[in-house]
């Protein structure tokens, strides 16, 4: 049973910076690509970004790409999301997800493509 934990959501100003973390377990963690996703309020769960298994390849959203890093520490079984010059947009509930394919080369940016998912943790950001 996959589980994947969210944490390091909160309130910040705009202009401000906050990093997200998932931690996983259940299957082997370095086998398997990572997103991020978040879903504001009445609007569509969207993609953020990826990585691969290996850490080798990362994909962003243009809204956000320049501001947020993608990362994975393997040994931790932890993907990391750091977001810096966050904007009032990009509240959103943030959850991580995990690919259901085994070292796959193309991470998918739909949200129906990826089987386990976090709890979310809630960013704000004020103006």
């Known amino acids: 049973q996959v589980q994947l934990v969210e944490s390091g959501g909160g309130l910040v100003q705009a202009g401000g910076s906050l990093r997200l973390s998932c931690a996983a377990s259940?299957?082997?963690?370095?086998?398997?690509?990572m997103g991020w996703f978040r879903q504001a309020p009445g609007k569509e769960r969207e993609f953020v970004a990826s990585?691969?298994?290996?850490?080798?390849?990362?994909y962003y959203a243009d809204s956000v790409k320049g501001r947020f890093t993608i990362s994975r520490d393997n040994a931790k079984n932890t993907v990391y999301l750091q977001m810096n010059s966050l904007k009032p947009e990009d509240t959103a509930v943030y959850y991580c997800?995990?690919?259901?394919?085994?070292?796959?080369?193309?991470?998918?940016?739909?949200?129906?493509?990826?089987?386990?998912w976090g709890q979310g943790t809630q960013v704000t950001v004020s103006s």
């Open positions: 259940g299957r082997t963690f370095s086998s398997y690509g």
């Open positions: 997800a995990q690919s259901p394919v085994r070292r796959a080369v193309v991470l998918p940016t739909t949200p129906d493509a990826y089987t386990y």
């Open positions: 990585i691969s298994w290996s850490g080798g390849n990362t």
